[in-house]
């Protein structure tokens, strides 16, 4: 069964700047929207970002628009979250998430195959 793997989390200070992974193995990214989304300890996992199957296609949380970028390289079967402009309030556990959806979709039940997250914690 494929998996979905994240990387690229970390601890850095506020205005820093962070690129996640989120490399497919036994999954041919090419086929899918790909999705962020990100969780805090006590609240529900909220959607980020996500970039349509074509990648002309993207959609962003306000909290992040104009400071994080989604990207797709399907020749590497990779999907990326670049992350500008960081703040203690970006931090969180940030998963990838793949849909059969054409286009870019923020509804976290459009998705049915998650990573299992990296940490990006973010101090002041």
């Known amino acids: 069964q494929g998996q979905l793997v994240e990387s690229g989390g970390g601890l850095v200070q506020a205005g820093d700047s962070l690129r996640l992974s989120c490399a497919a193995s036994g999954w041919i990214v090419k086929y899918f929207t790909m999705g962020w989304f990100r969780q805090t300890p006590g609240k529900e996992r909220e959607f980020v970002a996500s970039i349509s199957q074509s990648g002309f296609y993207t959609d962003y949380a306000d909290s992040v628009k104009g400071r994080f970028t989604i990207s797709r390289d399907n020749a590497m079967n990779t999907v990326y979250l670049q992350m500008d402009g960081l703040s203690p309030e970006d931090t969180a556990l940030y998963y990838c998430?793949?849909?059969?959806?054409?286009?870019?979709?923020?509804?976290?039940?459009?998705?049915?195959?998650w990573g299992q997250g990296t940490q990006v914690t973010v101090s002041s």
């Open positions: 998430a793949a849909t059969t959806e054409i286009l870019a979709t923020s509804r976290r039940d459009d998705y049915n195959s």
